[in-house]
């Protein structure tokens, strides 16, 4: 495994001088190319301002970070919107989709953003979606389906052109626990399949399913642990979370 992942003494500050706020304080990570880690941290930890560095959404006030190769701490807008096509898939706790498109629309939508031609990125919508086994309601709504289901259908936007980086933010916080368990599962398999994870959560039953865990606090990482029991059942899943 090569390194994808390198951030490097990376800090963010919000209104510098007398009452500034360093949401990240001289951070410092890697991460290689197939590994499944989860950053958990509680409200105001940092651990958001980091996921918007990692998914290139922001820039560092100083520091580094290296994606690929590529170092994307000090690019532009445009720049740094081809980089988030290219590389990463997002996972959001409010799944983002458009209410009025059916799932298969709702995949394609990035896709034609992209510049992906029609019969291609149906083929690929239809292909995430069957991966997330959703191939019976690619023309259902948002509003006919559960939020399970709808998380299912961000999962499928998000890998359908498939980005070695799956960059999940809280994807079951708006979940019941078999829902929650479901979709976990579902970001297992995709892990198992070769794609470097990275999953943002405040929640230490979902941190547990994560084959290392970076813990963060006050805009600095706390610890960094490889986490022997990632492979858990869904009953102790469960366990976890109470």
């Given at each position: 495994?090569?390194?994808?992942?390198?951030?490097?003494?990376?800090?963010?500050?919000?209104?510098?001088?007398?009452?500034?706020?360093?949401?990240?304080?001289?951070?410092?990570?890697?991460?290689?190319?197939?590994?499944?880690?989860?950053?958990?941290?509680?409200?105001?930890?940092?651990?958001?301002?980091?996921?918007?560095m990692l998914g290139c959404l922001d820039t560092?006030?100083?520091?580094?970070?290296?994606?690929?190769?590529?170092?994307?701490?000090?690019?532009?807008?445009?720049?740094?919107?081809?980089?988030?096509?290219?590389?990463?898939?997002?996972?959001?706790?409010?799944?983002?989709?458009?209410?009025?498109?059916?799932?298969?629309?709702?995949?394609?939508?990035?896709?034609?953003?992209?510049?992906?031609?029609?019969?291609?990125?149906?083929?690929?919508?239809?292909?995430?979606?069957?991966?997330?086994?959703?191939?019976?309601?690619?023309?259902?709504?948002?509003?006919?389906?559960?939020?399970?289901?709808?998380?299912?259908?961000?999962?499928?936007?998000?890998?359908?052109?498939?980005?070695?980086?799956?960059?999940?933010?809280?994807?079951?916080?708006?979940?019941?626990?078999?829902?929650?368990?479901?979709?976990?599962?579902?970001?297992?398999?995709?892990?198992?399949?070769?794609?470097?994870?990275?999953?943002?959560?405040?929640?230490?039953?979902?941190?547990?399913?994560?084959?290392?865990?970076v813990t963060i606090s006050d805009g600095r990482?706390?610890?960094?642990?490889?986490?022997?029991?990632?492979?858990?059942?869904?009953?102790?899943?469960?366990?976890?979370?109470?």
């Amino acid at each position: 495994m090569g390194k994808l992942v390198d951030v490097i003494d990376v800090s963010k500050i919000y209104n510098p001088g007398e009452n500034e706020v360093r949401a990240l304080d001289h951070v410092n990570l890697s991460i290689d190319t197939g590994e499944f880690v989860a950053i958990i941290g509680q409200s105001g930890s940092g651990k958001s301002t980091l996921m918007n560095m990692l998914g290139c959404l922001d820039t560092p006030t100083s520091g580094t970070y290296m994606l690929h190769g590529m170092d994307v701490s000090h690019m532009t807008d445009n720049e740094q919107s081809d980089v988030r096509n290219r590389e990463i898939g997002f996972i959001f706790q409010g799944f983002n989709l458009i209410q009025s498109l059916t799932a298969q629309e709702n995949v394609e939508l990035p896709l034609i953003y992209r510049g992906v031609p029609k019969k291609e990125r149906q083929e690929l919508a239809v292909t995430a979606l069957q991966r997330v086994g959703l191939g019976k309601r690619m023309d259902h709504r948002p509003t006919e389906m559960s939020g399970g289901q709808q998380q299912r259908v961000a999962i499928a936007r998000a890998i359908a052109q498939a980005p070695p980086i799956l960059l999940a933010d809280e994807p079951t916080g708006n979940l019941d626990s078999g829902s929650s368990r479901e979709i976990i599962e579902i970001i297992k398999n995709l892990h198992k399949e070769g794609r470097t994870v990275i999953l943002i959560t405040h929640d230490p039953g979902i941190a547990k399913q994560a084959k290392r865990i970076v813990t963060i606090s006050d805009g600095r990482i706390q610890s960094d642990i490889i986490n022997p029991d990632a492979d858990v059942s869904g009953e102790a899943y469960e366990k976890n979370r109470e």
